[in-house]
T-cell receptor, first 115, second 111 residues
């Protein structure tokens, strides 16, 4: 079974609709992240959370919100979707070890299309 | 302004030859660098990393080189195999905080 799962895998919605993307991880990691991938831009950080009570904005948080319901669950919401939010969305998790950073493990992605 | 740049959008290599993927960065505070590989319809998977206190790290066919003075790192794959065909992302972090990714390079290994 996958360590990081995302639902749904694909979603088509209309402008103005509220959308929630969900992420769960079974690795026992404290840190979780949401990214979006656009052609030619790589992965850009939307929000990240270092534990259940810690939520931080990333590079491109406008138009998005998140909820860390439990250590294993981190959901991303688009309150009122717009077409330029059409992208591939990835969730990731990472542990907290003694190294300067910890490898992030990614889910399979959600392809979101906003019409 | 992009802090991590992968200036080659794509690279094509013959099977058995060396693949060299390059990455430049601008933030001198980055202290950890990673390479991720991504196949279509899958999430990125960790490939190899290097700390700023080193200049080389090797793992099987994959070697990452870091040149801090030039703010440049490269990933060498020797020998290249058709299964290596994927998108490769370079990423960097500062004090274990958050990763900054490059735009990616599409590698095609021809058999």
């Amino acid at each position: 079974d996958a360590d990081v799962t995302q639902t749904p895998r694909n979603r088509i919605t209309k402008t103005g609709k509220r959308i929630m993307l969900e992420c769960s991880q079974t690795k026992g990691h404290d840190r979780m992240y949401w990214y979006r991938q656009d052609p030619g831009l790589g992965l850009r950080l939307i929000y990240y959370s270092f534990d259940v009570k810690d939520i931080n904005k990333g590079e491109i948080s406008d138009g998005y919100s998140v909820s860390r319901q439990a250590q294993a669950k981190f959901s991303l919401s688009l309150e009122s979707a717009i077409p330029n939010q059409t992208a591939l969305y990835f969730c990731a998790s990472a542990g907290t070890g003694t190294s300067s950073t910890d490898t992030q493990y990614f889910g399979p992605g959600t392809r979101l299309t906003v019409l | 302004d992009q802090q991590v740049k992968q200036n080659s959008p794509s690279l094509s290599v013959q099977e058995g030859r060396i693949s060299i993927l390059n990455c430049d960065y601008t933030n001198s505070m980055f202290d950890y660098f990673l390479w991720y590989k991504k196949y279509p319809a899958e999430g990125p998977t960790f490939l190899i990393s290097i700390s700023s206190i080193k200049d080389k790290n090797e793992d099987g066919r994959f070697t990452v080189f870091l040149n801090k003075s030039a703010k440049h790192l490269s990933l060498h794959i020797v020998p290249s195999q058709p299964g290596d065909s994927a998108v490769y992302f370079c990423a960097a972090s500062e004090y274990g905080n958050k990763l900054v990714f490059g735009a990616g390079t599409i590698l095609r290994v021809k058999s």
